[in-house]
């Protein structure tokens, strides 16, 4: 996906965006270290294939690059806008479009993959596709491939928190993209292609997510990162 961007435009974007995850995932750096510790340790061996899965920018994907610089990597994301930054960013992946509100994105995601991950990304959907999804994304692992899982995971349910004032970082990052006339148009296809989704806000109990990745067939799903409700989960297939 081609913008017009200037190289630095792309890396101030995608600079400004982990800033942003930063906010919204505590201890986000320690979280990918963990995570990328357990894909080597578990199975004994670095991932030479890895699907990062609602990935936007690729900015997961450079850290994993950083770690395995052989590795294969797919992100695979809804959004035209995020993977166009991903694409015009110095990186060697593939990226993706495609829908996780249903079954059918397994088609373009491909596979068989030793790594799928899904960083603040299930809490998009309502409770029964995430079920639904842990299942799908063991379809894509090949045997003794690993599952990470990090979102919010409190101990109990809880709604998403409101900022008390001002704009939270999230709006204030795209109202200032939607200022680049050279994301005009990918901003109208991003517009188009979000028209009537909104994120289900759903947050659910590592004990909960223990369950589903069970139901799905995961062997003892494990968690190896906590901080303030947030938690990541390893399952392997």
Known sequence: ???????????????????????????????????????????????????????????????????????????????????????????????????????????????????VMALMTLHYLPAGRVRDWYAEARRLLRPGGLLLV???????????????????PWTAWWTALAREPAMARLLEERTAALSGLSSAEFAAPVGWHRAAARRAGFTDPTVRWERAGHALMVCRR
């Open 1 to 115: 996906m081609a913008t017009t961007l200037a190289p630095e435009d792309v890396a101030r974007w995608r600079r400004d965006w982990e800033t942003m995850m930063r906010h919204y995932q505590p201890g986000r750096d320690d979280l990918l270290a963990a995570g990328l510790t357990a894909a080597e340790e578990v199975p004994g061996n670095p991932p030479e294939r890895v699907l990062d899965v609602g990935g936007g920018p690729g900015t997961t994907a450079e850290a994993v690059l950083r770690r395995w610089p052989e590795a294969r990597v797919t992100v695979l994301d809804i959004d035209p806008a995020l993977l166009a930054l991903a694409d015009n960013a110095p990186l060697r992946i593939r990226t993706v479009r495609a829908d996780l509100g249903s079954a059918r994105w397994l088609a373009p995601a491909g596979g068989p993959y030793d790594l």
């Open 150 to 168: 990090a979102d919010a995971m409190p101990v109990a349910p809880v709604a998403a928190e409101r900022p008390d004032s001002g704009t939270d």
